[in-house]
């Protein structure tokens, strides 16, 4: 899962799929970080902890070290026009400012990862291994460092043991 964290006193959390299908999105007044860590969580294992603001927050760093999460942030921090445009198919969806710029933050960080979501689910079709998609995901975006198929690789190999 991607989540979008608008942090303050109240929260904007936005949760979308490795699709870019949203799954969630909602603000809590006054939520402390273990309430944010409860909600995400009753959803899914959170792969990533987007932020539409450059420097990232204190509290998404704190957060998503908690999770064990990648975090994403803009080069630059996201205009109000920026965010509108990005979610602007999504506006009957959000009811505040807060889920907006949560779902924009979201949003841009599917768009960063989308070709690499895309790349790892050709290749796991090709190999007729669709089922370790989300296993994949989350082993390639949070090391960087390996290719898809050696990824694929370990953890078919972890299986037969």
Not at 47 to 67: E, G, R, T
Not at 115 to 136: Q, S
């Amino acid at each position: 899962m991607i989540i979008g964290i608008d942090p303050g006193i109240t929260v904007g959390i936005a949760i979308l799929d490795t699709k870019g299908k949203i799954i969630d999105i909602t603000s809590k007044r006054e939520a402390k970080r273990s309430e944010i860590v409860k909600h995400i969580t009753k959803f899914g294992h959170p792969l990533i902890i987007a932020s539409d603001v450059n420097p990232l927050p204190k509290m998404i760093v704190k957060l998503a070290s908690s999770l064990g999460s990648k975090t994403f942030f803009p080069e630059v921090s996201l205009s109000n026009v920026e965010k509108t445009k990005i979610i602007k198919k999504y506006i009957k969806k959000i009811k505040s400012s807060h889920q907006k710029d949560a779902l924009a933050a979201s949003l841009k960080a599917f768009r960063s990862y989308h070709e690499l979501f895309l790349k790892i689910e050709e290749i796991l079709e090709r190999m007729d291994e669709e089922e370790m998609y989300e296993e994949v995901v989350e082993k390639v975006v949070k090391s960087k460092k390996e290719n898809i198929i050696s990824v694929i690789k370990k953890i078919k190999a972890k299986r037969k043991v």
